[in-house]
């Protein structure tokens, strides 16, 4: 089984409609959870982190982190052109390393 | 510009040769982090570093490749005598000592092996 799992998509979604991304992982004792967004051909800029049961909300963005069923997601509000990129899921096995999901791609159709 | 600063962005090497690639840590950060990323594949840790140490080399292939993070400069990873399955990105994160888990990333540099 692996780390962490990512919905494989793509997943396209109509501008200004919620794009809804999801994550599981398999280590009961992570507690850092993070989401990456990467466009082709770039870096992956760090966009959400999450510690604590519940919701997060940054923006258009927002984490949801569910302990209990190893699970975390993301959903983007208001889905922009400029949202178009792949989303990495990362979840931390230990104080610094970051095991990485294969990310899902959205695309976000104007 | 204080965000992580890695250099070549670019860098092609023939079969045989070495590959040398660099990362500035974002200022006030002291923990460099190597990751690897092939083609349709998810970013794999290498190697984790702080000034003059190197605390987990667990992702790094065991040989032809080594990291260094010394006391002054960038922290350099190096790859002898590159093969075609070397080719991918390699990028560097950086993070302060109170939060090692958030990683910040540089742009990268592809190395192209032909």
């Known amino acids: 089984q692996k780390e962490v799992e990512q919905n494989s998509g793509p997943l396209s979604v109509p501008e200004g409609a919620i794009a809804s991304l999801n994550c599981t992982y398999s280590?009961?004792?992570?507690?850092?959870f993070f989401w990456y967004r990467q466009y082709s051909g770039k870096s992956p800029e760090l966009i959400m982190f999450?510690?604590?049961?519940g919701d997060k909300e940054d923006g258009r963005f927002t984490a949801q982190l569910n302990k209990a069923s190893q699970y975390v997601s993301l959903l983007i509000r208001d889905s922009q052109p400029s949202d178009s990129a792949t989303y990495l899921c990362?979840?931390?096995?230990?104080?610094?390393?970051?095991?990485f999901g294969a990310g899902t791609t959205v695309t976000v159709r104007a | 510009n204080a965000g992580v600063m890695q250099n070549p962005r670019h860098l092609v090497r023939r079969r045989g040769q070495e590959a040398r690639l660099r990362c500035s840590p974002m200022k006030g950060h002291s923990h460099v982090y190597w990751y690897r990323q092939l083609p349709e594949e998810g970013l794999k840790f290498m190697v984790y570093l702080q000034k003059e140490n190197i605390i987990d080399e667990s992702g790094m292939p065991k040989e032809r490749f080594s990291a260094e993070f010394p006391k002054e400069g960038p922290s350099i990873l190096r790859i002898q005598q590159v093969v075609r399955g070397d080719s991918a990105a390699y990028f560097c994160?950086?993070?302060?000592?109170?939060?090692?888990?958030?990683?910040?990333f540089g742009p990268g540099t592809r190395l192209t092996v032909t």
């Open positions: 280590d009961r004792g992570s507690q850092s």
């Open positions: 994160a950086s993070s302060d000592r109170e939060r090692p888990y958030e990683q910040y």
């Open positions: 990362a979840v931390n096995i230990n104080d610094y390393k970051l095991s």
């Open positions: 999450i510690y604590s049961n």
